[in-house]
């Protein structure tokens, strides 16, 4: 149980890594810009939380789903996680939406 | 310093990579349409799964530093974080491509 958040968020970044990489949206399409563009989102969306957590706004939950692990005081293990399948996502579904948008140009 | 705060300062450091990557690569609607249907996706996700994530209590926000407008058991500042990642993803994309090619590729 203590795992399942973290699972879900690596099992969900699993399949959207099935999607980008069936119709080459986004890592799949070109690795090292996209791999420049996740790191970056990486850190900003980590600064973001880390000064969230330092005025107070943002404190870790108790939830049974997570596990306990903190890699700095109130960021959960699961979070650096999250960071980065957000921008993992927001990529693929650019690149998705790009993909669609294209089809149906080419279409008419 | 306010959540609603922090969500601006943060927010509005992704508004100049966007102004930056629209006038040096002028996008074409193909790149604009496919930004704001990401952001409108992401925005939907958020509204859902933040919720989620909140009820499982993954993580707390002190009370006194929200608006206290929710979506759900999402509160509204969390919208930032989609609206940022979209900007800062799909501005990302659009400078570190190579500057001869267009935008978005056929290949």
Redesign the interface.
């Known amino acids: 149980m203590s795992w399942l958040y973290l699972a879900s968020v690596v099992g969900a970044g699993f399949c959207m890594s099935l999607v980008d990489h069936r119709w080459r949206l986004f890592l799949f399409r070109w690795p090292r810009r996209a791999l420049v563009v996740l790191a970056i989102g990486f850190v900003f969306f980590l600064v973001w939380d880390l000064v969230a957590i330092q005025l107070e706004v943002y404190s870790r939950g108790e939830s049974p789903a997570m596990t306990g692990i903190e890699v700095a005081r109130e960021l959960p293990l699961e979070e650096l996680f999250f960071i980065a399948f957000l921008c993992y996502v927001t990529g693929v579904l650019h690149g998705l939406f790009t993909r669609v948008l294209d089809r149906e140009g080419a279409a008419r | 310093?306010?959540?609603l705060g922090?969500a601006a300062v943060?927010t509005a450091?992704t508004v100049p990579l966007l102004a930056v990557a629209v006038v040096r690569r002028r996008p074409d609607r193909?790149?604009w349409?496919?930004?704001g249907?990401?952001a409108l996706?992401?925005v939907v996700?958020t509204a859902v799964f933040d919720s989620i994530m909140i009820a499982?209590?993954?993580?707390?926000?002190?009370e006194e530093?929200l608006t206290g407008i929710h979506v759900g058991l999402a509160p509204i500042e969390d919208f930032a974080?989609?609206i940022?990642?979209?900007i800062?993803?799909?501005s990302?994309?659009l400078l570190?491509?190579p500057a001869r090619e267009p935008a978005?590729d056929?290949s």
């Open positions: 310093m306010t959540y922090l943060f450091f193909r790149w349409a496919a930004t249907l990401t996706a992401l996700l499982a209590d993954l993580f707390r926000f002190d530093s974080w989609p940022a990642a979209t800062l993803v799909s990302l994309l570190l491509a978005e056929r």
